[in-house]
């Protein structure tokens, strides 16, 4: 096969978007629009990418890094124009696949399928094409009595017998890169929109002797995205996409159309996802967990046989067989090993529980390190912040921290040591030591009855 390389467009401002970034960071699933095309394009064959960029310059080449090129295109002039920009990074010759950055459903597969028809036909351009009932604002495909493709008419330049034709131009295509060179030298701006369109070079090829055709592509994959209702729409498709994905790989989903999945999470198999959660960024979740309902999981790892119920896990590592929720939230750079229990309304915080303890509710706890087999009472709390700074709390293993215990750090309890319920430990506690820290109780008898008598009561 010749060699194949892409050219996406996306210099465009988005105007439509309302928005201080460039329309293509926008994300769909979690991944910036352009982005999902470049690995389609990858995906399909491609072996360098060349990216024009303008608007939002910096952006875009921050969201995809050094793995494609980039050309510069300052001033917007057209689609045409973007790609002269272009045309510097391309071979001698050769096939390219042109395709914009606001086309997110776009699948590889359609691409490989392109290519591959432009290729067995022996065509110079092919069109990917669709049929649409209502074709407003796309150029439109304009055949001749035997079904040739000639041109592409832009709407704003088309008659009203061409306005008619359903069938548009999605704005992807592979050219022969000799006759696309040539054809760049003759593209003009003489048109309604005082624009280089990309779009003459169908006609201009043509008119070079060259062959034209034209793939009918499936319109979900081809809507592009001008603004933020459509942005929503392409997400509730790619939601679908990924959530079928998962379920052919062995996960239950519950009711898929309210389970909120990015692009690069994983799930084992047999996990089951109940409505309500949203696991985003890179997160990795084992099998045989049950996550949700209503849970939220962002750059996670969760190991295997889970349970995450009505709680928050955030940028943390969670181990086998741990329990977490109802309501429970897990804040940044915790670790959670196996067989641990977090209870509701417990907030841990860059914290490690080893193996087998026990935070079963109503409890705070930061900048901790907790043995193993450590049980902290109800309310019980890590006093972590003075103020100004932020302080340790170590606990031993077996350590049992009685119920409503304030540990004022820095503060280091021993293995096996126990805390009297109701303690505030501002001083370190020795291995298998008991300590308590609160007056002892004194009870008043017959304090009431001699109150009455008073009349104070
Ligand atoms: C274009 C096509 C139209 C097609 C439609 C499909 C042309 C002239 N028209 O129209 O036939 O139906 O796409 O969505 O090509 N861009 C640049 N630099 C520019 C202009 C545009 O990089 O100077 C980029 C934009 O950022 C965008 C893409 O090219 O990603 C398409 O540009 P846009 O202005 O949206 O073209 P349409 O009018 O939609
Ligand atoms: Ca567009």
Avoid at 26 to 51: D, F, L, R, T
Avoid at 161 to 168: A, D, H, N
Avoid at 276 to 297: A, M
Wanted: charged share 25%; aromatic share 4%.
């Amino acid at each position: 096969m010749e060699e194949l390389v892409s050219v996406i467009l996306a210099a465009g401002l988005g105007k439509r978007m309302k928005s201080k970034y460039p329309k293509v960071v926008h994300k769909v699933c979690g991944k910036p629009m352009v982005k999902w095309v470049v690995e389609a394009s990858k995906k399909a064959g491609s072996k360098e990418v060349i990216v024009v960029v303008g608007h939002g310059r910096e952006m875009v080449e921050e969201v995809l890094g050094d793995e494609v090129k980039y050309a510069y295109q300052k001033v917007q002039l057209g689609t045409g124009h973007a790609v002269m920009m272009a045309e510097e990074f391309l071979p001698l010759e050769g096939m390219v696949l042109i395709l914009t950055g606001d086309t997110p459903l776009i699948t590889s597969d359609t691409l490989r399928k392109l290519v591959e028809y432009h290729i067995s036909e022996g065509n110079d351009v092919t069109i990917l094409s669709s049929i649409f009932d209502d074709p407003t604002g796309y150029g439109r495909i304009i055949r001749d009595e035997s079904g040739n493709v000639v041109k592409i008419v832009e709407e704003k330049d088309a008659s009203e017998e061409e306005k008619r034709v359903k069938e548009i131009n999605s704005g992807m295509y592979v050219v022969d890169i000799a006759k696309l060179r040539a054809a760049l030298k003759e593209i003009t701006n003489d048109n309604a929109q005082g624009e280089y369109y990309l779009t003459d070079a169908v006609e201009i090829i043509r008119n070079m002797g060259g062959k034209i055709g034209a793939v009918v592509g499936e319109s979900e994959e081809i809507i592009g995205v001008n603004s933020r209702v459509q942005l929503s729409v392409a997400e509730k498709v790619m939601r679908r996409r990924i959530n079928e994905k998962h379920m052919e790989n062995g996960v239950t989903i519950i009711d898929p159309d309210s389970t909120y999945i990015d692009a690069e999470v994983e799930i084992g198999r047999d996990t089951v996802i109940l409505p309500g959660t949203i696991l985003q960024g890179k997160t990795k979740i084992g099998e045989d967990c049950e996550i949700g309902p209503n849970s939220r999981i962002v750059d996670s790892t969760i190991g295997n046989g889970c349970s995450v119920t009505y709680s928050v896990v955030l940028s943390s590592s969670v181990g086998n067989n741990v329990k977490i929720g109802p309501f429970a939230h897990i804040r940044p750079e915790s670790v959670i090993k196996n067989n641990v229990k977090i209870g509701d309304f417990v907030e841990i915080k860059k914290s490690v529980i080893d193996e087998g303890s026990k935070v079963p509710h109503l409890t705070y706890v930061g900048d901790a390190e907790l043995g193993k087999n450590v049980n902290m009472g109800c309310g019980s709390i890590t006093v972590n912040y003075d103020g100004k700074q932020k302080h340790k709390t170590i606990i031993g293993d077996n350590v049992f921290v009685g119920c409503n215990v304030n540990l004022v750090a820095p503060v280091k309890i021993g293995n096996n040591a126990y805390i009297a319920a109701g303690s505030t430990i501002t001083e370190d506690v020795p291995e298998g030591a008991l300590a308590i820290a609160r007056s002892r109780q004194t009870n008043k008898e017959g304090w009431v009855e001699e109150r009455i008598k008073k009349g104070r009561l």
